[in-house]
């Protein structure tokens, strides 16, 4: 079975930026739609962006919209998340997933629609 390896994440400062990395174990699954989503201690997960495999199509969260950029390496098997003017309100753990079925597009910030998901990697801002 597919695994999702996030990494990148740290301490920063507000403002900053950081690039975070999701490596699949398996470069040959299929994916349909790879999403990142965060969880703050006490607030359910939140969509924060994500990208529809066939036509690089990308989604932003409003809160993020301008600050994140999603993208893929197809010759390294790995999905980003570039995150720029880093915010204290942006410290959570950031997941990677990735929908490996046919989804609606309109349910890309959805969680339910991915069926793969990494451990997660913690982001910490400091004002």
């Known amino acids: 079975q597919v695994q999702l390896i996030e990494s990148g994440g740290g301490l920063v400062q507000a403002g900053d930026s950081l690039r975070l990395s999701c490596a699949a174990s398996e470069r040959t699954f299929s994916r349909y739609i790879m999403g990142w989503f965060r969880q703050a201690p006490g607030k359910e997960r939140e969509f924060v962006a994500g990208?529809?495999?066939?036509?690089?199509?990308?989604y932003y969260a409003d809160s993020v919209k301008g600050r994140f950029t999603i993208s893929r390496d197809n010759a390294k098997n790995t999905v980003y998340l570039q995150i720029n003017s880093l915010k204290p309100e942006d410290s959570a753990v950031y997941y990677c997933a990735a929908a490996g079925a046919p989804v609606y597009t309109t349910m890309i910030q959805t969680a339910r629609a991915y069926n793969f998901w990494g451990q997660g990697t913690q982001v910490t801002v400091s004002s």
């Open positions: 990208l529809r495999w066939n036509d690089d199509f990308t």
